[in-house]
């Protein structure tokens, strides 16, 4: 019987994983809603015995997008091998995925994808040897690191 990527993803043991990354192809509007924030509860243990502290972080908090390109500017792409970014984004984590935090391997990506990358059309001189940067948006409260699993 046939099973969708989707189906044999979802049935997968994800109990050794601690991140999650989601890939959407599209542009996000922004709008005007306002960010009440979401409370937190932060359990620590004193001498005394344990406490409990409460704090407020924002909705939004701990989100990295990272568009392809600048919004509103082509995003080239390899129709056997894939986007400029993703072929730099695979590349980086394979080399360093687990040695640096993501925005150092998302600025080692954008510096492939703008100095490595340029389409090869000398026949369309409008879109022969043009460029692209991608554009990255973080609102990361801390460093997010991926470290080799034992």
Known sequence: MWQSSEDFVARMDHSDNDCLLITILSQACQGDQLDGGVLLSKHTTETDGESSMSYKIPIHADFLIAY?????????RNTTKGSWFIQSFCHELDRNGTKYDILKLLTFVCQRVALDFEPNTPDCQMMHQQKQIPCITTMLTRLLVFTEKK
């Open 68 to 76: 392809f390109t600048i919004p509103g500017f082509y995003s080239w």
